[in-house]
């Protein structure tokens, strides 16, 4: 057992020099616990296999492998034909398309557990129509990660389709006997597309965003709730336009297809906590099969497979209206989730930089074509009780604004998974609204500095909407407000008279802010499209079963 607050700045275990400050992700600025690797993706062979946390704060963590001898001869475990080949398979969960850029794209898979063997995934890639793929790539899928890995394929075309299969073989507990690249066969293989980013920030950006799909999965999974993937079906079928074996029965109906050029899931991908009281998530493999089980399902998996999707935790990622305050108590838990999260949420998105073999923040940004995207970590660096609160830490702080106040022609989108305004009419520390120091510090400094084109999207209170923030004392300042959700929630949702739609909402010096409300609250099941340049953004929102519920355009 390695007590992390045993090393200071760096210590030494089991023959692996550790550097604290650079390998914790937990808790912000405040390193508790590391979890990366020993895993995220380095050749040391070691990783944690326990950890707990004492009411006191002190964090344990074991590493070391627990090894098993294979019984298994050497070469490789799969279903060859009758040439030799050996045959991919299926991906037990994905493909995932992740970080995507003008010149690469990043794919994320799950292969399957089998006991004493290696998993490999094995992945290939091609221009859409043609006929001939670029060379295959090897990786393993490692346990430690429930044998999820991404792969990147770059020196791509810009603006340019492509198709790919993705799948795994196994091999005996050998790095010896790794699968020859020219002896797969890939009739089984998982498939999808993806096109790579436009050069030009000029060209206009389509996005669907949303977050909160609850799914009731309890008593190990004998309750399983399959209508949160009612809405991904219709999304999918914005994409491909409605035809006559797809279509509802109505003739209203668009029947052309959207082009779409990704996806925001901006929190709540999961309900860990499920009711805060019926069988919550506690262990790793209690969070694993919940990710496994959510994104196994029809529909989200075919959008995920075919458009690049981000992604970023909330609360139910790891319990209800959490808060760091809690790691004390909580830290088995908390580690987890995390653990958890960086395996199918954060590994296929910007924030893992495979160069650095390590993982020490789960904010990111990126840029696709006429929009720049700054997406927000407010759940594990945010403090209530036990220091000055915050929702952000203060390198994220930095780098926020410094991205904010850096020159471009876009459309800069702020993603948080909790609403920065307006207001609940009841004062909740679980928004914006409850950390005002660091909501002005971000106002202000967008006001000061007469930075444009700034579009906050959020998700986390149950209902749809949008709103626009202005400043009494200087008339140029002017701040959009989109929020997207939920997905699917099956209880009662937000109303309009839960929220502040008018008036001012903070003070910061002589300055008022003032709010105004430009659109209904859609208080059902929905998804939002964001269609935008730098001259104006259009918001739709749809409902669950594809309607339009509401449209509103806005100029910059």
């Known amino acids: 057992m390695c007590h992390i607050s045993d090393f200071g700045r760096c210590g030494h275990f089991a023959g692996f020099d550790i550097e604290v400050t650079q390998l914790g992700i937990l808790g912000g600025d405040r390193t508790i616990l590391t979890l990366t690797d020993f ?25 070391g492998e627990r090894t098993q001898k294979s019984r298994n001869p050497k070469g490789v475990h799969a279903v060859t034909n009758g040439n030799g080949q050996v045959s991919v398979r299926a991906l037990s969960v994905g493909p995932i398309v992740g970080y995507t850029t003008y010149r690469s794209v990043r794919l994320w898979g799950r292969g399957k557990h089998k006991k004493n063997e290696w998993c490999w995934g094995v992945a290939r890639l ?69 096109q790579t980013a436009p050069e030009n920030d000029r060209d206009q950006i389509s996005l669907i965003f949303g977050s909160c799909r609850y799914i009731l999965s309890v008593w190990g ?21 409605y035809t006559e074996q797809s279509a509802w029965k109505d003739e209203d109906r668009n029947t052309d297809p ?87 949420q954060m590994i296929h998105g910007p924030a893992y ?37 915050r929702i952000i830490g203060d390198r994220q702080m930095r780098a926020l604004l410094a991205w904010l106040l850096t020159p471009t022609n876009t459309i800069k989108f702020v993603v948080s998974s909790v609403p920065m305004f307006p207001d609940g009419r009841t004062r909740s520390k679980d928004k914006w609204s409850g950390f005002e120091a660091q909501r002005l510090q971000v106002l202000d400094f967008i006001r000061d500095h007469a930075i444009k084109r700034v579009v ?75 269609t935008g340049d730098s001259k104006g953004i259009c918001v739709e929102v749809y409902d669950r079963k594809g309607y339009k519920k509401d449209c509103q355009e806005y100029s910059f």
Not at 48 to 59: E, K, L, M
Not at 221 to 241: F, L, M, P, T
Not at 512 to 523: F, L, N, P
């Open 39 to 63: 895993a995220f993706h380095g050749e040391l062979g070691c990783s944690p296999h326990r950890f707990r946390s004492s009411r006191s704060g002190r964090v344990e963590v074991a590493f």
């Open 126 to 194: 091609k221009k859409k129509n043609e006929k001939n793929f670029q060379a295959t790539k090897v990786f393993k899928m490692k346990r430690h990660f429930d044998y999820t890995a991404v792969v990147d394929f770059d020196e791509l075309l810009p603006g340019t389709a492509y198709d790919f299969q993705f799948g795994y073989v196994t091999t005996a507990q050998d790095l010896a006997a790794a699968p020859k690249s020219t002896n797969l066969k890939w009739t089984s293989a998982s498939v999808g597309c993806v």
């Open 221 to 241: 999974g004998a309750i399983w709730d399959e209508r949160g993937d009612k809405v991904y079906r219709s999304i999918n079928r914005q994409i491909d336009g």
């Open 258 to 344: 959207i082009p779409t050029d990704l996806v925001l899931m901006v929190g709540d991908q999961i309900y860990a906590d499920d009711l805060n009281f019926v069988s919550p998530d506690d262990s790793l493999e209690d969070y694993l099969k919940r990710y496994r089980l959510t994104f196994s399902q029809d529909h989200v998996r075919r959008l995920m497979s075919r458009l690049p999707t981000y992604m970023m935790l909330d609360d139910h990622e790891i319990e209800d209206n959490w808060t760091q305050d809690r790691v004390s108590e909580k830290g088995g838990k908390f580690g987890s989730a995390m653990h958890a999260y960086q395996s199918y």
């Open 353 to 389: 930089e495979p160069e650095l073999g390590q993982v020490n923040k789960i904010w990111y940004s990126f840029r696709h074509g006429s929009a720049d995207f700054f997406v927000l970590d407010t759940r594990t660096e945010r403090f209530i009780e036990n220091r000055t609160p």
């Open 456 to 530: 906050f999207l959020s998700g986390d209170v149950h209902c749809s909407m949008t709103s626009v923030l202005g400043c009494s004392t200087h008339s140029d300042f002017k701040v959009h407000s989109i929020i997207s959700s939920s997905f699917f929630w099956p209880y009662p949702q937000g109303q309009d008279s839960d929220f502040d739609l008018t008036g001012v909402l903070s003070r910061s010096g002589e300055s008022r802010y003032e709010i105004t409300k430009t659109s209904d609250v859609i208080s059902s099941d929905n998804f939002t499209r964001v």
